[in-house]
């Protein structure tokens, strides 16, 4: 059973715009059919993602944050 993720919340006037995979896979200098393998249930430690109808789409802030869980080395 995985715990829930907490992210940090944008203002709340504010609405923080949504990823689509291509765009995902720009942010983190990856290949977009990375972006899918990594957004679906069952795999281990899957990126954070939102289903919005039949499409995955990703908040920035919540990527940077898996970013940052998974850096090696000095900070």
Do not use: C, Q
Not at 15 to 35: G, Q, R
Not at 58 to 70: T, V
Request: charged letters at 30%.
């Amino acid at each position: 059973m995985t715990r829930p993720l907490s992210f940090p919340a944008p203002a709340p006037d504010e609405v923080e715009p949504l990823l689509n995979p291509e765009e995902a896979a720009e942010l983190l200098n990856v290949p977009v059919s990375w972006i899918y393998k990594r957004a679906k249930p069952g795999v281990k430690d899957p990126l954070p993602y939102i289903k919005v109808g039949k499409y995955t789409r990703f908040r920035e802030s919540a990527l940077k944050a898996w970013l940052d869980r998974h850096a090696k080395g000095p900070k």
